[in-house]
């Protein structure tokens, strides 16, 4: 049980263009999700946390207009990275909290990013 | 400023041996700890989590210690084993159900 996917698994997209990042938990409700990128040999870095139905919380330095992160429902959250550049290059992994008091969250497999 | 540490270096151990990681962090008091897993390429799994008012949780051949004195954790593996071998991530809880990790620990277990 508690199986969160991510799709795509990995994209290569040009700098300009926007790409879509779905994470979905197949077999359970999530209340909240998460999205974090990790660089290379570096730790997560939580970029936003996201409520189904309300806007997400971004992390301070994390700009909004350009991931923006739609929890259209309890099973499904998206990343847009808009007008994407090299340096937006990185893992992005989301992660889904099952239940209101859960204090474990679930990650998916991760997205690879590269941007060219 | 607010810091979690793990060892940087990678660890290796003989198969055999109990691994100990260690998690130390500033300026935080988080009622939440966990532990997670990761493979390269991959997201994280859930291994343990233990609460502040918690010394020490097991589970299988995993143990977890939580000193809030030392603002340490630690990590344990026991009877190790190469399929052990992973980077192994401590998260602190420092909002409502928001974590933030470390850097992790790479832990190779050698045959």
């Known amino acids: 049980g508690a199986v969160v996917s991510q799709h795509p698994s990995w994209v290569i997209c040009k700098s300009g263009t926007s790409v879509k990042i779905e994470c979905r938990s197949l077999?359970?409700?999530?209340?909240?999700m998460f999205w974090y990128r990790q660089f290379p040999k570096q730790s997560l870095m939580l970029m936003a946390t996201?409520?189904?139905?309300?806007?997400?919380?971004?992390e301070q330095g994390v700009e909004k207009d350009k991931f923006l992160i739609n929890h259209a429902s309890l099973t499904l959250s998206t990343l847009t990275v808009t007008s994407a550049h090299p340096e937006d290059s990185s893992f992005y992994i989301c992660?889904?909290?099952?239940?209101?008091?859960?204090?474990?969250?679930?990650f998916g497999p991760g997205t690879r990013l590269t941007v060219t | 400023s607010q810091k979690i540490e793990q060892n940087s270096e990678a660890l290796n151990i003989q198969e055999g041996k109990t691994a100990t990681l260690t998690c130390n962090y500033t300026?935080?008091?988080?009622?939440?700890l966990q532990w997670y897993r990761q493979d390269p390429g991959r997201g994280p799994v859930f291994l343990l989590l233990?609460?502040?008012?918690?010394k020490e949780k097991r589970k299988e051949r995993l143990k977890v210690t939580f000193d809030t004195t030392l603002k340490q954790s630690l990590f344990h593996i026991t009877a190790s084993q190469p399929a052990d071998s992973a980077t192994y991530l401590c998260?602190?809880?420092?909002?409502?159900?928001?974590?933030?990790f470390g850097t992790g620990t790479r832990l190779k277990v050698l045959a």
């Open positions: 992660s889904a909290r099952p239940g209101k008091r859960a204090n474990e969250q679930y």
């Open positions: 077999d359970f409700q999530a209340t909240t």
């Open positions: 996201s409520n189904e139905g309300s806007k997400a919380t971004y």
């Open positions: 300026n935080y008091s988080p009622a939440y």
């Open positions: 233990i609460r502040e008012n918690e």
């Open positions: 998260a602190l809880r420092v909002g409502t159900y928001k974590y933030i």
